[in-house]
């Protein structure tokens, strides 16, 4: 208690926390995007459902790692090399799971542009294209990639664990809040998924970068995915703004 009661008056403590809370937020992102993509190819009496059980898995399994804090730095040391170059376990957790992100964008944005170039093919065909138990399958296992690059983070920014779970925490409340609003605009917006998709392949790419060993600023990665979002919410708007005046003009017309 006395130790809680320390770390509570420590301006030290309050500004890792701060610091470690946006963090984890940010990693949370990519775990989000994911889980929105894929719950929206759920039928709609499932999505929120599915969103709830990934997030909070999310949570388990990040707290379930945060208990073995000790083992989980050991995923940092080498277990074998390659041409010179060890890999660690974290190394090639982050290359599987880069890999997964690659194939499962991938065959999404082929499923797109063949609805498009082949609608007569998918006028009969439903929506959903996802099992509830393949859905949780997949997020489970980003949860885990993520979780761990998560906590890693967590543990190399203080040597506290109530601030690591205090974060932690908050991160995933975050996330639980956010994810019903961002499905929804990615389901809204089709040229959204598109974009979505293309950064799951570009987070993909930066674990695979990661697990052999080259260090991808995320710094660099989260600016580019701003920029793309903030490009893609003007072309939203201007799309409105023209949909807008067309049926102004239209009734215009019928008048």
């Known amino acids: 208690m006395e130790y809680l009661v320390e770390l509570a008056s420590s301006p030290t403590a309050w500004v890792a926390l701060v610091t470690l809370v946006v963090m984890e937020v940010v990693l949370g992102i990519d775990n989000l995007i994911f889980i929105s993509i894929l719950t929206n190819k759920l039928p709609k009496e499932h999505q929120e459902k599915a969103r709830k059980i990934g997030i909070s898995m999310a949570l388990v399994l990040r707290l379930g790692l945060l208990s073995t804090v000790a083992y989980i730095v ?7 090399e390659v041409f010179g170059h060890a890999f660690s376990w974290k190394d090639m957790i982050l290359i599987a799971g880069g890999l997964f992100l690659l194939w499962k964008a991938t065959k999404e944005i082929h499923h797109s542009v063949d609805a498009q170039v082949h609608p007569e093919e998918q006028a009969g065909a439903s929506k959903v294209s996802l099992g509830f138990a393949a859905a949780i399958g997949q997020i489970l296992m980003l949860d885990l990639v993520f979780s761990v690059d998560s906590i890693i983070t967590a543990v190399g920014m203080t040597e506290h664990l109530p601030i690591m779970i205090i974060a932690v925490v908050a991160a995933v409340l975050v996330m639980l809040l956010a994810a019903e609003p961002l499905a929804k605009f990615i ?4 040229t959204v ?8 392949i570009m987070i993909g790419m930066t674990l695979i970068a990661e697990g052999f060993g080259a260090h991808v600023p995320k710094g660099y990665v989260y600016t580019a995915m701003a920029f793309s979002a903030a490009i893609e919410c003007l072309n939203i708007w201007s799309r409105k703004s023209r949909q807008k005046k067309a049926l102004a003009e239209e009734q215009a017309h019928k008048v």
């Open 187 to 190: 389901n809204d917006n089709p």
């Open 193 to 200: 998924v598109m974009l979505a998709l293309g950064f799951l």
């Open 74 to 80: 050991q995923l940092t040391q080498p277990v074998f």
